[in-house]
């Protein structure tokens, strides 16, 4: 089952609860991470770059992320990260 992602349930589980995390590993990968937050969902452990603006869930990150599944936009506020904007996903290829 897959949930809308609307910025602030899980897509995974569809639940409401994140805490701030931190993952050395994707803070490499992805120059959005190291620049930005990052939140677990406290149900399934699926992790999420923070908006900048609003401080809802960007989007999903995961290792095998590819350009093409990150938003334009936040899906709650539409604010634009520029660093996401950026990434051509090629970064990530180099783990
Ligand atoms: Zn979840
Ligand atoms: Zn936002």
Do not use: F, N, Q, T
């Given at each position: 089952m897959t949930h809308q992602?609307?910025?602030?349930?899980?897509?995974?589980?569809?639940?409401e609860q994140f805490s701030l995390a931190h993952d050395e590993w994707m803070r490499r990968a992805f120059p959005f991470v190291e620049q930005g937050q990052l939140k677990m969902c406290a149900e399934c452990g699926a992790k999420y770059l923070v908006c900048?603006?609003?401080?809802?869930?960007?989007c999903r990150i995961h290792p095998?992320?590819?350009?093409?599944?990150?938003?334009?936009?936040?899906?709650?506020?539409?604010?634009?990260n520029e660093n996401v904007k950026a990434w051509d996903g090629t970064s990530a290829r180099h783990f």
């Open positions: 992602e609307d910025g602030v349930h899980c897509i995974v589980c569809g639940k900048r603006s609003c401080g809802g869930l960007y095998a992320l590819e350009s093409w599944e990150l938003p334009e936009k936040c899906p709650k506020c539409g604010w634009v």
